[in-house]
């Protein structure tokens, strides 16, 4: 490919350039005609989106496939600092090598989100900036410690994986099983504190059963069972992450198919509370109640909404005093009759005053039949 460079900024300027091979010399100002090839090229990947986590292909791997979420993946890697520090080593210089399953936090997510977009035998360096590799934190890893908010590079071999299978590539029964144990693994990572994990099982989970045509009459009943329970399930999820709108939807979505639901109309009126829409949570917590008059945890949720009421009450109270008091402040201002000020007179205007007092004199002293009319 010839390219042509014709400012000399571009090229040797306004010296001469010595040729360290002694076949020609470059004049000063030389416009210059090189041909080029590009012989290969090593693409970079942007991972995440927000180019902090980026993967510079060394070698491709095989095959069209890569490992996906939910993938049981083998890696090997060195790891080290910006400045050269290698920090760990896995499946080199006799270490094993590392085993994990993607989209389960079991490792950094730099390395999670690299690592499930590589083929087999496909050999990467991945540069991970601190928010997604150790965070703000010191670590102490296998080799050297890891100072806080330190950008990582890791140089990593793509070994081996076995990809999650997905639902469409199951039978019903199988479909099933794999909902009920996603759903055990949610409640698990749930008891643990690990909400944001466990509300992705509840979700894999729902997405084994979802609604279609596949489903015998006598697996409806279990598969509905399954889904409702994941949902709501999902829904406690996201209110411990401050996820109230996706817990009203998930909520809602369980009320569609039963309406009767006490836990559902529970964890969306908690939501509506935690927005501040108290009407809603009234309203859900009154039908609530009326399907389960006892209910000890939505009687509970009723006087919490009581006292939220009576603050907002009180704070609304308080608001439209003060506009009813700024409002009759401002009418008795308007019907206020406003003092009218005699301007001052000037010098000019008292000399002019004299000057018709003289004439008023001076013609007072004339007859009246001279005067004009």
């Not at 890697?77 to 389960?104: C, H, I, S, W």
């Not at 990593?156 to 076995?162: A, G, H, P, Q």
């Not at 569609?256 to 964890?267: G, M, S």
């Not at 019907?335 to 001076?362: F, G, Q, R, W, Y």
Request: aromatic share 6%; charged share 35%; glycine share 4%.
């Amino acid at each position: 490919m010839p390219l042509m460079l014709s400012q000399s900024s571009n090229a040797s300027g306004e010296k001469e350039f010595d040729n360290s091979d002694q076949l020609h010399n470059v004049p000063p100002n030389s416009t210059l005609d090189i041909d080029l090839e590009l012989v290969s090229f090593k693409p970079v990947i942007d991972v995440t989106g927000d180019s902090k986590v980026l993967k510079k292909i060394l070698r491709e791997g095989e095959g069209a496939f890569t490992a996906n979420e939910g993938a049981a993946v083998t890696v090997s890697y060195a790891a080290r600092l910006e400045d050269g520090t290698v920090f760990e080593k896995k499946g080199l210089d006799g270490e094993q090598p590392m085993n994990f399953v993607t989209d389960e936090e079991q490792v950094i997510a730099g390395l999670d989100r690299a690592s499930a977009t590589m083929r087999k035998g496909e050999l990467a360096m991945v540069t991970i900036n601190h928010e997604y590799g150790f965070g703000r934190v010191e670590v102490e890893r296998d080799l050297a410690i890891v100072p806080p908010c330190s950008n990582l590079i890791y140089e990593v071999e793509m070994l081996d994986f076995v990809k999650e299978r997905a639902p469409w590539e199951m039978n019903n029964r199988e479909r099933i099983e794999e909902a009920g144990r996603k759903k055990e693994e949610g409640n698990l990572l749930f008891k643990a504190g690990k909400f944001r994990q466990a509300g992705k099982k509840y979700d894999k989970a729902a997405d084994y059963v979802s609604e279609d045509d596949s489903f015998e009459d006598d697996e409806q009943k279990l598969v509905k069972a399954l889904r409702v329970a994941c949902w709501l399930n999902a829904a406690a999820c996201s209110l411990k992450l401050n996820d109230f709108q996706e817990a009203i939807k998930l909520s809602s979505k369980v009320l569609d198919y039963e309406f009767y639901n006490v836990k559902a109309l529970y964890r969306r009126a908690q939501a509506y509370m935690e927005i501040g829409d108290l009407v809603l949570a009234e309203l859900d917590i009154r039908k609530a109640l009326d399907i389960d008059p006892v209910n000890r945890e939505v009687k509970i949720l009723e006087r919490s909404l009581k006292q939220l009421q009576t603050e907002s009450n009180r704070r609304d109270a308080k608001v439209y005093s003060n506009m009813f008091a700024r409002m009759t402040m401002d009418t008795s201002l308007a019907i206020k009759k406003p003092k009218v000020e005699k301007p001052e007179k000037s010098k000019d205007d008292e000399v002019s005053l004299v000057a018709m007092d003289m004439e008023k004199t001076a013609d007072s002293s004339i007859p009246v039949e001279t005067r004009t009319v």
